[in-house]
């Protein structure tokens, strides 16, 4: 194909510092409107920012897990342009100098390892919401007024959709481990504005770049760009006028539509703050910072597949959230079984908690309760299928997996005597299975070993069941 | 004598000794205000309940023996830029005409804990831009020492107000010589601190990275106790320096016996200089040497590219200061139709806003914009750079420098165009680019009006100047001479 997808991402990030970026105000989600302000956020006149130091240091701590650089000196840069909700008319951002630069993140997409360059991550302040009323009137709601903002920048490296969507998967992930973020696009903790063109790689002609707003989820983010693509390789193709422009993506309708067209780039008029020195961040904090890194779900990942024999796919899923990672960390430590806890994380744990809206965090049974559910089906106490019934029990009850197994009788019957009648029932109510398995149709057994299963509601040791099954019919 | 003759550091010994009382100062000054205010036009607003209220408690505080700084009782005027909370703070625009802040400005407060009554806002050119006062939205202030001239500016009313006694203290605010043109022009000692030594909090700003609040007084004394109480690092202001604040009046009447000072030749041999103001400045300088003090001459061969550097940087820094006064959230809204937020953007900032200051937005907003951004914005900064260069390599050779702080004295209202007016601030901006302290002194008059030496200090030493200054003020008696108002 000559034509080749050139898609470049800016995500913007909530940081989930106590107060916000230039002033002493909670930074707080969902508090009655302008509850939150004072006269810095609000631009009173003669008010003055002051920079939140751990804002900066949650960037450089995104910048440092993204492989950046970061600035020995850099500064804050006024945005200028003029919007309701901007209470100065202007964004104190970073411009020429930012905090963070020249990095990168890779991951697998389509089977593939992708390389995606960072081109920089910096820090600037959000701006208040308007409100449009019915009546044509506008009210503002400065309470996200100066909420701490990042911005990460990527070079225009994807070539396709599910690239951008992996990206945003591992970037959110990401956050979410350097807990600097809590990344939910769906409270617009995280926004992503992708710019798609494309070029031709015989002949390095580019088409103009489109900006696409109004993603609200990653799968948005993915779709959108899926259809921008297919809508310019088509304008090519038929040899339609394309624009430098910005497009909406209509989720009801799955396509993207023109916002606006650009004549001449936007001029924000940049220059550097005078009410802010210049940002010099101390190379020994910077040490500190890096050398308090967590570990990174990529890096956990490849743990997970070494130390606990996991298979990459287990191991995908278990890091994507570092609370789920916890979780299963603390599970298999006392369980000695990864792979059974892998199971139940990924299977019950995880079905009880979609079921419930819950997060792991919030999961009522303990890592250690759930290791003990785990031995006692490993020292052959109970049935995998009985531990079905005993998990949804001890997390409504507190118990351990003893406890419960105790109380409720569903300890394994390893007793060849006592399973004796019911064997011979098993064989007596069955003649026709009896008859197949005796002509050699092994799959008969079967039949009889779900008989003696059902009549000790799952008590029976199923490996002993079989093993006097088998003697009893002379195999 | 009377009370409103007396200087801060008299009425504070008065004051302390229970000689006066606070209420009996505030009253001394209302009185005087009532007399000559009709014709000096220094106050846009007189806060004399509040006045009479602060000085009440104070009079309490100090029966009950509490603990009350040197200036407890001593009435200041404060420039209407600095927010003064629920007063008005116009900055004598029409954009601003009926807001009243929800806060003190840090060098407000500063003056509440020292227990110094506000009698009132100073007149002041819109936004501080200009250097007469005759930018206004509101009135003209004229000097006591004419009434014919203007008092200088943009702290126009601040220093009118000393000057006529109408408060024996006053703040005000100083972006290209905004206290120490005034104070030159009235007669009065005017200081801008270093860049970073008073907190901004609260100043409305018009270039935020020249401006800095500082003391108008009528002695060196005044000036340094004043000072003493706004200066000191605050952490709301993110450029304000944290350093420990010397004790300024201590060090006074340590005299400058033996110190080195620079005399500037570009700003007192130069173009533009008037010939008496040149005359009384080459006076000061021998009375400076008479006193022990080595002057000679020095150039700082980029001083003259301070003018473009100051016109580029201070409408740059302004047109994005001033873009939040937008009819939004506070301040005049325009009562005509509009058609979309950006037309009443337009028009609320067409009706709100004087002449010079739209001037000077439109100005800035060209330097800023691309394509002219390197041109304009980004050189200016070089030079600027440049321009600080000189002063370094000044101070590697003297402790102070010394010129004209007018290139002439007041003048008659409207007498000046745009461009000649300009070159009213040449003598002041360079110490603003290059973010040293500057004060002025009186130090004579031609032909009857006031001229003042300015002394140059290199960043936070104000101390020394203050000690030159006080030694040069000893040695005459310009302050001693009050107009006959
Ligand atoms: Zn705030």
Known sequence: MAWQPCIGLEVHVELATESKMFCGCRNEFAAPPNSLCCPVCLGLPGSLPVPNRKAVEYVIRTGLALNCQVAETC???????????????????????????????????????????????????????????????????????????????????????EQCRVYLLELRSLLRYLEVSEANMEEGQLRAEPTVNLINSQTGQRTPKVEIKNLASIKAVHDAVQYEINRQLHAVEHGEEMFQETRRWNQQRGITTVMRRKETADDYMYFPEPDLPPLSPDPQWVAQIRASLPELPQQRRARFISQYGLPQYDAEVLTASKSTADYFEAVAAA?????????????????????????????????????????????????????????????????????????????????????????QEAIAANPKAVEDFKNGKQKALGALVGFVMRQTKGQANPQLVNQMLRQKLGA | ?????????????????????????????????????????????????????????????????????????????????????????????????????????????????????????????????????????????????????????????????????????????????????????????????TYGRVSRYGLIAYASSLDQIGPFARTVTDCALLLQVIAGHDPRDATSADLPVPDYVATLDAGIEGLKIGVIRELVYGQGIHPGVKARVLEAIDTLQNLGAECEEVSLPNIDYSMPVYYIIAPAECSSNLARFDGVRYGHRTNRSVSDIYDLFAKTRGEGFGEEVRLRIMLGTYALSTGYYDAYYLKALKVRTLIKKDFDTAWEKYDLLVCPTSPTTAWKFGEFDQLALKLADICTIPVNIAGVAGLSVPCGFDDGKPVGLQLIGKPFSEDLLLRAAYAYEQATDWHKQRPAL
């Open chain 2, 1 to 193: 004598m009377q009370l409103h003759e007396l200087t801060a550091y008299e009425l504070s010994k008065k004051l302390a000794a229970g000689e006066i009382s606070a209420r009996e100062v505030v009253a001394g000054y209302y009185e005087r205000i009532q007399a000559v205010e009709d014709r000096v036009q220094a106050f846009v607003c007189q806060t004399r309940e509040l006045a009479e209220k602060k000085a009440a408690e104070i009079d309490e505080k100090r029966a009950a023996g509490e603990p009350l700084g040197p200036l407890a009782g001593v009435p200041i005027a404060v420039k209407d830029l600095l927010c003064t909370k629920g007063l008005p703070t116009t900055c004598c625009s029409k954009i601003l005409e009926d807001f009243r802040p929800p806060y003190d400005a840090t060098v407000i407060e500063r003056c509440h804990q020292a227990h110094m009554p506000i009698v009132g806002k100073t007149n002041m050119d819109e936004f501080a831009m200009g250097s007469s006062t005759e930018n206004s939205a509101f009135q003209v202030t004229r000097n006591p020492w004419d009434l014919e001239t203007v008092p200088g500016g943009s702290s126009g009313g601040s220093a009118a107000a000393v000057a006529a006694c109408e408060a024996p203290l006053a703040l005000g605010s100083d972006t290209g010589g905004s206290i120490r043109q005034p104070a030159a022009l009235c007669g009065i000692v005017g200081m801008k601190p």
């Open chain 1, 75 to 161: 500064r804050f840069a006024r945005k200028n342009y003029f919007y309701p909700d901007l209470a100065k008319n202007f964004q104190i951002s970073q411009y020429d100098e930012p905090l963070t630069y020249g990095g990168y993140i890779e991951f697998v997409a389509d089977g593939e390892p992708v390389r995606i360059r960072i081109r920089r991550a910096h820090l600037e302040e959000d701006t208040g919401k308007n409100i449009h009323l019915p009546d044509g009137r506008s009210l503002v709601d400065y309470n996200r007024c100066g909420v701490p903002l990042m911005e990460i920048v990527t070079e225009p490296d994807f070539t396709t959709a």
């Open chain 1, 335 to 423: 369980c000695a079984d990864a792979k059974a806890a892998s199971n139940w994380v990924m299977g019950d744990v995880q079905a009880y908690l979609n079921e419930h809206n819950l997060d792991i965090t919030s999961f009522p049974l303990e890592p250690q309760r759930l290791a003990g559910l785990i031995n006692l089906i490993n020292e052959g106490v109970i049935s995998s299928k009985i531990a079905k019934q005993v998990f949804p029990e001890m997390i409504a009850t507190s118990r351990t997996a003893e406890q419960v197994v105790e109380e409720k009788g569903l300890k394994q019957i390893d007793d060849a005597g006592q399973l004796e009648a019911v064997i």
